[in-house]
């Protein structure tokens, strides 16, 4: 299972997930990746009229390598949209909109392989009928459950 820590200080907010080590090492390490990020925004610059009132997000994923122990364990469903829903509603999924190829990794880890056109449909079904939100990003769709889904 996947470890995170998220701080949120003002508007800015800090995420770190992977293991609990991988975590706790990035975190001994953070005074030094503050610092690093600081230079590197440079906020003399980064400050603009439209940039002010956004907060900024810094994101930190110690280990990229996909594992199944970072993906939830659902039980048996007896479709994709269950599977889905299910998915949806753990942890992993309520964080965190989630976009198609993290489900599909997510499936996949669950020994459930249903291709892209499959999901993609069934997404937009759950989307119709009210069971799921979808909204764009720069990484794409993500999808997340309704508050009355969720609940």
């Given at each position: 299972?996947?470890?995170?820590?998220?701080?949120?200080?003002?508007?800015?907010?800090?995420?770190?997930?992977?293991?609990?080590?991988?975590?706790?090492?990035?975190?001994?390490?953070?005074?030094?990746?503050?610092?690093?990020?600081?230079?590197a925004?440079?906020?003399?610059?980064?400050?603009?009229?439209a940039?002010?009132?956004k907060?900024?997000?810094?994101?930190?994923?110690?280990?990229?390598?996909?594992?199944?122990?970072?993906?939830?364990?659902?039980?048996e469903a007896?479709?994709?949209?269950?599977?889905v829903?299910?998915?949806?509603?753990?942890?992993?999924?309520?964080?965190?909109?989630?976009?198609?190829?993290?489900?599909?990794?997510?499936?996949?880890?669950n020994?459930?392989?249903y291709?892209?056109?499959?999901l993609?449909?069934?997404?937009?079904?759950?989307?119709?009928k009210?069971?799921?939100?979808?909204?764009?990003t720069?990484?794409?769709y993500?999808?997340?459950?309704?508050?009355?889904?969720?609940?």
């Amino acid at each position: 299972m996947t470890f995170s820590f998220r701080v949120k200080m003002n508007q800015n907010e800090i995420e770190i997930s992977g293991t609990k080590k991988e975590v706790l090492d990035v975190i001994e390490a953070l005074p030094k990746l503050v610092g690093q990020v600081s230079k590197a925004l440079n906020p003399a610059e980064a400050k603009t009229p439209a940039s002010e009132d956004k907060p900024v997000v810094v994101r930190l994923t110690p280990s990229t390598a996909v594992s199944p122990k970072m993906f939830p364990s659902i039980k048996e469903a007896k479709n994709c949209s269950g599977a889905v829903v299910k998915l949806l509603m753990t942890e992993w999924g309520t964080w965190k909109p989630r976009t198609t190829p993290e489900i599909i990794e997510a499936l996949k880890a669950n020994a459930l392989h249903y291709p892209r056109s499959t999901l993609s449909g069934v997404l937009a079904w759950l989307v119709k009928k009210g069971k799921v939100r979808r909204w764009k990003t720069d990484a794409g769709y993500v999808y997340i459950l309704t508050e009355k889904e969720a609940a």
